[in-house]
């Protein structure tokens, strides 16, 4: 009754709190409601503490950052967005200062009191400080420390090590507000990409307003309070979320830049161009985990639109990457790519079984990623939708080579075996199994999740271990509980999907990062090798010096392979004919301000009506 209470008093509950006049206007005209299925809960909507992609969907159109991209360029390419033009850069690239733009508000919300309350400077320092709270215990601050904001980790420690609050008004170098508008950013080392590695990143570093944050207190995660086009009104936590346009965001209106020969893209942009942001009025969210139910939800026009086509349906969907002809005469449109993405599997460094760094415990590892046969993986469960990953590297990001080569796109069952009987992982009591070198047990624990698509994966593991001669058993658990167990390092083995979060890819090797361990370091791996390659990584400029250390970061990736990379995925989406404006970002979350409705269409399609 509590959380109803204050969800209530924040207006989460529903539009009741908000202003007469935008409620009127809604009720004057037929409403534009954007309806889609997630496939995994989320977790919150509290920036610092997420890691979950979908979370993050959500607060990416709350929230708002500096920076953001350009709906229609390929390749990316960076605008402002609350920022009063672009940074301004020290020779070094070690001072960045960016003016914030005059006369962005915070969407009303009663911990303001019934001010009208104006974004500043200020709002970016503590959004920043925030990450660095260990009250908060937030996924991302191993993230956040690696870019050496100064002064930044010394306030953390201070509030550790003296086990005090931490101190919010202290001035530190690393983030200072000079003036009401004007932030300047100070980091230990050159970061030539501040601006798409931290800046430009909506769903995270999107600023918050610290009267929110205080009022709420351990409430917070059910109640983002942003700058951004839409607000939060309805949560039913892992299965439904409601988002309505913010009446009091201020006057923006759709511009991009789409490539001259990019046909689609200038057809939207002439459909669209000037038209005021968001151009919808509400977006509802479902939860359905289950394939199925999400496929027939979209085809019985229950939703407007299903992105990543699960695999079993794409002959249905898209045969040869072509929209079915019964679903083309309806009008659906289909959009399909490969993304910037990678799915893995992570070894846990710190278990007894598959953990270290020892010649046997690396033999182990690299024995177990040979078995795993990719190729049939995508044949048979992906439906062909994937390519096989032969680095951590993810396709359009900075550093990605699509003719680098390497033992982890390979399969070699015989190399697989042979590795084990060298290193003493053999059947050692004739029970057709084979046992640790010591002649302990050797057993594998999957954690995985109890749907469709897991299950098929499941059996490829059971099918492939089973050829190996090692046992494996299957620990099944929902995906955000996987989620906050991996983190805590409690999972042996976990495989998960991860999409990039900006242009270059760097950011991939957050996993092997020590000092990201409990966070994005899934791995717990610590090799001083890959930090040093890490380190300068970030602070050299692009150019044939920081691509020759990609490829030694992808050749010690694979040589101690605490992750096994399998694959980069397809991802088709289809929309339904009255949906317009569509295209699927690349390192990007937000899109719902950018696409809009024809009712008259959905009429005349036999749309849900909104």
Known sequence: ???R?????????????????????AQAAPRKVLRYAFRVAESGFDPPRLLDLYSRVVTAHIFEALYQYDPLARPAKVRPLTADGMP??????????????????????PAFKGRRRELTAADHVYTLKRFADPAIRGANWTWIDTFGFVGLAALRRQALEGRQPFDYERPIEGVRALDRYTIQYRVTEPRPRLVTDFMAGSDLVGAVAREVVESYGDEIPAHPVGTGPFRLVQWRRSSFIALERNPEYRPTFYDAEPAADDAPGQAILARLKGRRLPMIDRVEISIIQENQPRWLTFLQRGSDFIEDVPAEFIDQAMPAGVVAPNLARQGIVGHRMVR?????TYFNMDDPVLGGYTPQKVALRRAIALALDIRREIRLVRHGQAIVAQSPVMPHTYGYDPDFKSENGDHGLARAKALLDLYGYVDRNGDGWREMPDGSPLLLRRATQPDQLSRQLDEEWRRNMTALAIRIEFVTAQWPENLKAGRAGKLQMW???????????????????????????????????????YDRLSVLPDGPERLALFEQAKR?????????????RYVTDLTQPWVIGYRRPLFWNDVWQYVDIDLDEQRRRGGAAA
Request: aromatic share 12%.
């Open 1 to 3: 009754m509590k959380r």
């Open 5 to 25: 209470s204050l969800l209530r008093a924040a207006g989460v509950a529903g539009p009741a709190a908000w202003a007469a006049a935008p409620r009127a206007a």
């Open 88 to 109: 301004v850069a020290s020779d070094d690239f070690r001072v960045w200062t960016v003016k914030v733009k005059p006369g962005i508000y915070f969407a009303s919300d």
């Open 340 to 344: 910037a993405d990678i799915y893995f």
């Open 495 to 533: 495989s998960a999907g991860l999409l990039s979060a900006q242009p270059d890819g760097q950011g991939t090797f957050q996993r092997y990062d020590s000092r990201q361990i409990g966070g994005q370091n899934f791995a717990r791996f610590r090799l001083p090798a890959m930090d040093a390659v």
């Open 556 to 568: 010690l990736a694979v040589a101690y392979m605490p992750y096994k990379t399998h694959e980069h």
